[in-house]
């Protein structure tokens, strides 16, 4: 039992570029999220997923996109990388029914930076 | 800007003294408060819940303390151990148009002196 996993731990982007942050946990829990955490500040929530198929935005949404390919899966995409996007991202899941939860359970996070 | 914030950004203490990490929130409608811990270079990690219906909750050395009349909340560590150093967050959830928003504090950097 793995817990939740996240791929990759290091990433150095271009300004411009693209890239998926991936994010898998095998809890069978129903709903995911992703966070973004800077310096000297709480983690942010970005998108969450309450359920398979279903996808919400958060707090950050803006320059973002996400994809709950199954149960398991939600990945993180930056279509154009931009620096301020420079950040430690998180991924979570939990498993409340519907809506955002409570017990959430965290990822060891992507560090990326854009340059 | 953020309606869950703490009173202090670090909190030095000896070993084997007890802790007390402070966190105020601004909504009243908020009915579900969370301590994480997040060790260096690491992903949060649970500690704690309390509902808004009770005052106080204990775990295995942690109590976390509930006072709605001023919006405040604690988080109380018990014969502190240096594995207890990290950065504490609360969170706070926030209902929302029939969904709900989990709001997370800044953070509050312990360290824990041998």
């Known amino acids: 039992n793995a817990g939740v996993t996240q791929t990759p731990k290091f990433q150095v982007l271009k300004t411009g570029q693209s890239m998926t942050l991936q994010c898998a946990q095998d809890m069978n829990h129903n709903s995911m999220y992703w966070y973004r955490q800077d310096p000297g500040m709480g983690l942010r929530l970005i998108y969450y997923?309450?359920?398979?198929?279903?996808?919400d935005k958060g707090e950050v949404p803006n320059g973002y996109n996400v994809s709950r390919l199954n149960k398991r899966e939600f990945s993180l995409r930056l279509e154009s990388a931009a620096p301020s996007q420079t950040s430690v991202y998180f991924c979570?899941?939990?498993?409340?029914?519907?809506?955002?939860?409570?017990?959430?359970?965290f990822g060891p996070g992507t560090r990326l930076t854009v340059t | 800007g953020e309606s869950v914030g703490l009173h202090l950004p670090t909190l030095s203490v000896q070993e084997g003294d007890n802790s007390i990490i402070n966190c105020a929130y601004s909504n009243s409608a908020s009915d579900y408060f969370i301590w994480y811990k997040q060790e260096s270079g690491k992903g949060p990690q649970f500690i704690i819940d309390?509902?808004?219906?009770?005052d106080k909750r204990q775990g295995q050395r942690v109590t976390v303390l509930l006072n709605k009349t001023v919006k405040h909340l604690s988080l109380q560590i018990a014969a502190t151990q240096p594995g207890d150093s990290a950065v504490y967050f609360c969170?706070?959830?926030?209902?929302?148009?029939?969904?709900?928003?989990?709001?997370f504090g800044k953070g509050t950097k312990l360290t824990v002196n041998p």
């Open positions: 309390i509902r808004s219906n009770m």
């Open positions: 979570a899941s939990s498993n409340r029914p519907r809506g955002l939860s409570y017990e959430q359970y």
């Open positions: 969170a706070e959830i926030l209902p929302q148009g029939g969904s709900e928003k989990l709001v």
């Open positions: 997923s309450a359920s398979e198929g279903t996808t």
